[in-house]
């Protein structure tokens, strides 16, 4: 579109899921939408999940998925727009798609359908795509809010900002929508990596390098939470998506705790094992239950590799607890350069639960990432931005 000093109806901070789907449905009802993307490419994070194949919902999302200091918050924008209302939308597309596990879907084919879909869409509304556009500036006025970009002057009655969070800077990721909270006087909440894999202190890195891409399926508990899925050994620490799902809740200093043989209990077998194969080696009774590489090193971590016959009851009692309560302390996690949210972000006791417009800055909207609402892994995140978009088009 032509740049200039223009006025619109709506206008969109960011092209992704969250700002495509509000910008659809402000259409739909009649809205002038324009949207801006700092990127040269609308979508670049859809394009990049799921493997490119992108997680774009989950069957069995509700709202006990998401995290928030109010958790409360996102049950209005989820119950009005659900998995079903977007798998329609899928469907009505003709893209094809396929449940991988635990509720969670992919395209058949690739992420582009799911751009292509939305970008559709976002034409046959007339909503209006700017890309490679920096914001400068942000101005309230008496009749909406005047920006202040690289490609000139916009004006508009409805601000929505989708700018997503601090994830994945190489794709682009600012500050942007948390500066513009700040500019308003609307709180955050404390923002930090989340869905991101975990790093161990320097010296124990050489110790568990030798172990990367090791995987095995454990429970893996941090606080409350507590999440059954696959371990992945790195050469820094531990990722997987039960490591993942964990990073969201942990706080630098806790401990998080491993059942690495989730639903069973080890000591009978290993003292069967000790009556039965007297001069088996612990490394070879582990590797029963856990992959060898991996057997082998928790065997010379907690009890050294010995035969069977040299480990007392109380041995192997401690590890039987072991195995059960394997806790570690990460140093810290790999940061936004690989995390796939942020946590955190603008404080949801501000904003409207039904049309996420900022109770106190009439016209100006969050959705998204930006807002402090952070999903579980498996494509909860791309419900919230779904929902949250939905509810904010059908008020801006």
């Known amino acids: ?13 960011g092209a992704g899921a969250a700002g495509l789907m509000c910008a659809i449905q402000a259409g739909q009802r009649g809205r002038r ?29 509700t709202p006990n998925n998401f ?19 977007f798998i329609a939308w899928v469907e009505a597309h003709g893209i094809a798609w396929h449940e991988k596990k635990l509720g969670q879907l992919f395209c058949d084919g690739s992420a582009r359908e799911i751009v292509r879909m ?6 046959l509304v007339s909503a209006r795509l700017l890309t490679g556009c920096d914001v400068q500036g942000v101005i309230r006025e008496a009749t909406g809010f005047t920006l202040l970009t690289s490609h000139g002057t916009f004006r508009c ?16 990721a600012t500050g942007l929508g948390l500066e513009i909270a700040r500019q308003f006087a609307i709180p955050l909440q404390p923002t930090a990596p989340a869905l991101v894999p975990f790093v161990f202190p320097a010296g124990e890195q050489a110790i568990i390098a030798e172990l990367a891409g090791v995987a095995l399926d454990v429970r893996v508990r941090c606080g409350e939470a507590r999440f059954d899925e696959a371990l992945l050994f790195t050469h820094r620490g531990i990722s997987g998506p039960a490591i993942l799902q964990a990073s969201s809740y942990w706080r630098e200093g806790e401990d998080v705790t491993i059942d690495l043989l989730p639903g069973q209990d080890p ?10 194969r007297p001069r088996a080696e612990l ?20 009890l050294r590799s010995s035969p069977m016959q040299e480990l007392k009851d109380r041995d192997l009692a401690r590890l039987a607890r072991s195995l059960k309560e394997w806790r570690i302390r990460p140093s810290g996690t790999e940061g936004y350069r690989t995390a796939e949210v942020m946590r955190g972000g603008v404080d949801t006791r501000f904003l409207s639960s039904r049309t996420m417009e900022a109770k106190y800055v009439p016209g100006l909207y969050f959705i998204g990432e930006v807002v402090d609402v952070t999903g579980h892994l498996g494509g909860h ?3 919230w931005a779904w929902s949250s978009g939905h509810a904010a088009g059908q008020a801006a």
């Open 283 to 302: 490394k070879t009774v582990l590797a029963e239950w856990l992959p060898a590489r991996f057997a082998q090193r928790f065997a010379e971590l907690h």
């Open 1 to 13: 579109m032509k740049a200039g000093d223009q006025r619109v109806d709506v206008l969109v901070l």
């Open 118 to 123: 939305l970008l559709d869409e976002a034409e």
């Open 67 to 85: 995290l928030s200091a109010n958790p409360a918050f996102c049950i209005s924008a989820l119950k009005r727009y659900q998995p079903r209302d």
């Open 33 to 61: 939408v324009l949207l801006l993307e700092r990127a040269e490419k609308p979508g670049k994070k859809i394009l990049i999940s799921g493997g490119g194949r992108c997680n774009f919902t989950n069957l069995h999302c």
């Open 157 to 172: 009655e409805s601000l929505v900002v989708a700018t997503g969070g601090l994830s994945i800077p190489k794709m682009g």
């Open 381 to 383: 995140n791309f419900q």
């Open 267 to 276: 000591l009978p077998a290993l003292k069967d094992a000790k009556r039965a």
